[in-house]
């Protein structure tokens, strides 16, 4: 990619790469091992997702990782909230009846509704005996102390993904090194640090390129664009709207290397679904999908994170084996209808006008 084209290479404290793009991390199978690999291998920074995963099962894939690229990756860290699972009892226990309903149909059993904390601090000790350039954080402020960790025990630098120029601040104030400003477009989990229950997305969202340009005018550290990426087109804008680089996950959803179910797969290019919906209805806390019958039905499912996602585990495995769309998390953002099929280099080459869309 020429300088002629407006995107050059990208630096952000001693971490240096050719394209101005990130893959985002998707939790749950998208993201292997050869995704992060081929992301950075292309010249952007691929980062391997950690949320949900115990220590023991993150070591191999960081091993993986660095057995195919010897360029910067990263890793997402997703940092646990607080365990509202008795004082949500009675919601809990209502949404496990409705979901039985599901249950019975694809011959799965509703999952036990657990608190998991992340395992951070054995996650840290693992991370230290890898080379990750970077670990970004998301769900909370890492605060200080996590921040300090990160840069002494891993020698890494802490991206923190923000969704508001209020959580921008503390993020700054906590010590990141850069700032994933996600929009409300973004695919996935939105990454808001107090989800409030009221609030139908858990909380007002801004867009990205709104976000971006709001923080860009009051600090001068990186920000790294996320939400809302389909064609070459929203690249630029984004990076014209200030972003040091832009995340991109839904774009990514179908690549070669992706580890994206067959079934997930089809789903984002038959058209039945028409559009996305934030919801609930998969783990308890917002996240935008495609509109299928479940995530539309269940949008008020209750806000007690992760245990939902613990709850609606096996229904899900269920619907991907059995090919079952209307109930599988079909996790996109607002770029879902641009997703292109194909090797990940490709496709980032063509985001970035290296190539033809």
Known sequence: MSESQGMQGVRIGPIEWSVPIVGAPMAGGPTTPALVAAVSNAGGLGTLAAGYLTAEQLEPLLTEVEGLTERPYGVNLFLPGTDLGEQLAD??????????????TLGAEVGDPVFFDEDIDAKIAVLARHRPAFVSTTFADPGPVLVDRIHSEVGAQVFVTVTSPEEAAAALASGADAL???GVEAGGHRGIWRDDPGHPHGGPGMSTAGLVRKVA???DVPIIAAGGVGVADDVRALLDAGATAVAVGTALLCSDEAGTSEPYRNAVFNWEYRGTVVTRAYSGRPARALANRFATMNVDAPAAYPQVHYMTKPLRAAAAAAGNTQV??????????AVQKGPAAQIIA???GGGTE
């Open 217 to 219: 005018k009051t600090t």
């Open 328 to 337: 599988l998390n079909l996790w996109a953002g607002d770029g879902w209808d």
């Open 180 to 182: 994933i400003a996600q």
């Open 350 to 352: 063509n985001l970035t």
């Open 91 to 104: 919601e809990i226990a209502e949404y496990r009846t409705r979901l039985q309903i599901d249950a019975d």
